[in-house]
């Protein structure tokens, strides 16, 4: 699943700092996790809203953390998501990918071409901010529709025909600034505080590694309608945590 927030740059990793930066930035850490005891628990932190009172479980799909390793020197840098979000992140992922393969070179250029104009502009002109330029081409391939809707046809089929096997897992990235990147797949409902202490533990105690579990998560805990759809279907929800689109 790809990271919603633009927060993850891959500059130095983490683990190349010598020891002592290391531990300073488990110390502070620690205190972050402490002040913040009374919001997150005690076993972890982030700069994200948890728990939000009103906020349907549609919209607490995954969620961001930080919390200590088992040494004094490794921080883990966590995004956790339910079964069901890395259910529809593999159903996009392959209907886009057969999409992209019915397009042209040419046409692949014109579809995906990153165009930005100006959004805003200062007293004298000069641009302030800029926003992304949308263009909806339609496709004899894709039976007169735009790549966009397309696609979304295809997530509908895929999930009915041939959905894909999730695993619970924990999967490894030792390439982030910023501590340890783990990426976290739960079969739950929605993300919570629970959901999250549950998950380090069983981290912990599988020694800190990577590890997928034996057998898939069952088809009818797994969604029978995209992620699109099942979102239309539910009040628009603004507050707290971003949501992905």
């Not at 004094?72 to 593999?90: G, M, P, V, Y």
């Not at 104009?117 to 641009?127: I, N, Q, V």
């Not at 029978?224 to 689109?245: F, I, N, Q, Y």
Request: charged content about 30%.
């Amino acid at each position: 699943m790809k990271h919603p927030l633009g927060r993850r740059r891959k500059l130095r990793p983490f683990e190349s700092l010598s020891r002592k930066k290391r531990g300073n930035s488990v110390v502070r850490l620690r205190q972050r996790i402490l002040q913040n005891k009374n919001i997150y628990g005690g076993m972890f932190t982030s700069h994200l809203v948890l728990n939000e009172p009103g906020r349907p479980p549609l919209y607490n799909q995954w969620f961001d953390f930080f919390f200590l390793g088992q040494d004094k020197f490794t921080i883990w840098n966590a995004f956790i998501f339910t079964a069901q979000a890395a259910f529809w992140d593999e159903v996009k992922d392959l209907a886009s990918e057969r999409a992209r393969k019915m397009l042209s070179s040419e046409e692949r250029e014109k579809e995906f071409k990153f165009e930005m104009e100006p959004a805003e502009f200062d007293a004298w002109g000069k641009p302030l901010t800029y926003s992304m330029i949308f263009r909806d081409y339609t496709y004899p391939q894709f039976n007169g529709m735009t790549y966009r809707d397309y696609c979304r046809q295809l997530e509908r089929e895929i999930i009915i025909s041939e959905p894909p096997a999730i695993h619970e897992s924990f999967k490894l990235d030792h390439g982030y600034e910023y501590g340890i990147g783990l990426r976290i797949v739960v079969d739950a409902e929605e993300i919570t505080q629970s959901v999250i202490e549950q998950a380090i533990l069983r981290f912990k105690e599988l020694g800190e590694t990577d590890w997928q579990a034996a057998t898939p998560v069952p088809r009818e805990r797994l969604p029978l309608k995209t992620e699109h759809d099942s979102l239309a279907e539910v009040e628009p929800w603004s507050p707290g945590l971003p949501v992905r689109e």
